[in-house]
């Protein structure tokens, strides 16, 4: 398993925005350069919100692919 690197425009919170793979058991890290780590399984969000021009590391169990909501859209 590999990283991939993502970055949001607007904040929002990880937990929202990553839903759709959570809830499929596909997502199984998600953390930022100062290591503060979003893990599901575990139920443990450390990262909070996605800040926006910040980088992120994504690691998948399987692959998959990834939609943000348009900067029009709401996380709800």
Request: glycine residues 24%; proline residues 8%.
């Given at each position: 398993m590999e990283y991939d690197c993502i970055f949001k425009d607007l904040p929002?919170?990880?937990d929202l925005v990553f839903n759709s793979l959570t809830n499929n058991d596909q997502l199984v890290i998600v953390k930022n350069s100062n290591g503060n780590a979003y893990l599901p399984e575990w139920n443990f969000n450390g990262?909070?919100?996605?800040?926006?021009?910040?980088?992120?590391q994504v690691k998948m169990y399987v692959p998959a692919t990834f939609n943000y909501l348009s900067n029009d859209e709401n996380y709800e």
């Open positions: 929002s919170p990880c990262k909070g919100l996605m800040l926006s021009g910040k980088g992120y």
